[in-house]
């Protein structure tokens, strides 16, 4: 079956470590690729996208995913969180125009 | 990037009452918008996918019925929440696709029901 997996419910880092979050997804061909950032009581705004190309995609606000097709995994990075990057990430899957399907969400704390 | 905008941003209404969510792409033309309901600490589920012109898809188990959309414009779809319980109370969001791949979400309708 179809899904998207965020392993990692809840992820706490230090102000200034760096950051990484998992999400693998299980579908038959590679689809478009998203991570979402979601602050509480808000709506999602978009970090980055991966359609083809070259596999290591950069995004706002610091952030960078790599895409690896053997590990079917599209995992988020970013070298050193501030804490205002405390939030809600959701990793999202879809093709061409249609439907997103999103992981269940990491939530960041961020410690000072 | 896009922007799209969603109204009201929070309601309250009483029970067996019906609301209304707009869902409004300012600056591009959406052919294909979509509806999300998100439940407190949870992720999106998507609800119906709504296109210009024609009638909405549902996804599986929400009642058409009950989660009324209307695409009539191409930068305008509306989700009516009808005779409304509270088990109805959710954060609501829409997204508006601009080209493949391109899908710009609203900032969110808080739903409760009293």
């Known amino acids: 079956a179809q899904s998207v997996t965020q392993p990692d419910i809840h992820i706490t880092v230090s102000e200034g470590a760096s950051l990484e979050l998992r999400c693998n997804y299980s579908?038959?061909?590679?689809?478009?690729l998203f991570w979402y950032v979601q602050s509480p009581g808000q709506g999602l705004q978009l970090l980055l996208k991966?359609?083809?190309?070259?596999?290591l995609v950069q995004g706002i606000k610091g952030f960078e995913a790599e895409f690896k097709r053997s590990q079917s995994s599209f995992n988020l990075r970013k070298p050193s969180v501030h804490w205002s990057d405390a939030a809600e990430y959701f990793c999202?899957?879809?093709?061409?125009?249609?439907?997103?399907?999103f992981g269940t969400g990491t939530r960041l704390t961020i410690i000072p | 990037g896009a922007v799209v905008s969603q109204h009201p941003s929070r309601v309250i209404c009483k029970s067996g009452t019906s609301v209304k969510i707009e869902c409004r792409s300012l600056?591009?033309?959406?052919?294909?918008m979509f509806w999300y309901r998100q439940f407190p600490k949870q992720s999106l589920m998507l609800m119906a996918t709504?296109?210009?012109?024609?009638?909405?898809?549902?996804e599986q188990g929400v009642e058409k019925d009950k989660f009324l959309i209307n695409h009539a414009s191409l930068t305008l779809s509306t989700l009516t929440v009808t005779s409304a319980h509270p088990e109805d109370s959710s954060f609501y969001i829409c997204?508006?696709?601009?080209?493949?791949?391109?899908?710009?979400f609203g900032p969110g309708t808080r739903l409760t029901v009293t």
């Open positions: 600056d591009f033309q959406a052919t294909t």
């Open positions: 997204s508006a696709l601009d080209g493949p791949g391109e899908q710009y």
């Open positions: 991966y359609f083809s190309g070259d596999t």
């Open positions: 709504s296109n210009e012109g024609s009638k909405a898809t549902y």
């Open positions: 579908y038959g061909a590679t689809p478009y």
């Open positions: 999202a899957v879809g093709f061409g125009n249609e439907k997103l399907t």
